[in-house]
């Protein structure tokens, strides 16, 4: 007599000879997905390859900086040798028998610590002059707008076409007549009222230039002038500007070398450039060490100018487009 009972699975015909599943890959006999290591392996490798390139740049930078780098280098070493050793056929890296006397000689020659004090005054006016002449007519040239502005801009640039050599004598002759030879007058005011002034209005008129009309329209609703619109909006906007324009200037005042020999004969009123060149021996021939010295004095100040201002720096050449 036949069952009524149904087959259970395992009765089944075939079911014995299913084969198995295999189990997904990445997963567990407890059906949790297990860590794949193939993206951590590229993750890995790629960061390893973004330190060796690092590395590498690194390696050029610094085999680049090296021609640079040397000549400070071996200005401040050189400093604190004799002149023998200076003058050895083979350099010495560092010096063997380091000594500051260069350094007392350096004050004791001449009156360097007074020159000192003149290149550093004379810089800090004419840097001031200049930021406060060149943001007037930068943002006039800018903003204002009146009959023959670009033509009178267009004059104004061809100041930077003109060699300073080329207008050295007619300069001589008026300072003379007015008797301000061998006095720092000439050292100031041509430079702030002249053609070195003319970088600085071109710096300081592209950056108003990109200054939004709305600031201007603002202060009017305010009730500001022309004058009060410049001065409490668009320079100190201007900071970026003003701080590329501080630091050509402070340089070119502090690295002023034609001008001073032509208008100064007392030693007492010589900026440092000219006083480099005094530091000889009885035959005229160059004290080194002591030049050497006295030069490294000298770049200090450019140094922490640079150090303390290069963000400013590098943000004004930007924002003015030059490359």
Known sequence: MKSDVMPGPATLPGADDAPARPAASGTGGDGRDRARPAPARRDRAARSRRRWGRGALVALLVVLSVPFVFPTWWMATSSLKPMSEILRAVPTPWPQDPSFAAYGEVFRLQPFAQQYWNSLYIAVVVTVGTILVASMAGYAFARIRFPGANALFLLVLVGLLVPSEVTIVPLFRMVNSLGLIDTHWPLVVIPILGAPSVL?????????LGLPGE???AGRMDGLGRWGIFWRIAFPLSRSAISAVAIFTFLKSWNLYLEPIVYLSSKDRFTLPQALTQYVD????????????ATTLTVLPVLAVFLVAQKQFVQGLAHTGLK
């Open 200 to 208: 600085a209005t071109f710096i300081m008129r592209q950056f108003f």
């Open 215 to 217: 600031l201007e329209e």
């Open 282 to 293: 009885a035959y005229g021939g160059p004290m080194w060490n002591v030049q050497l010295a």
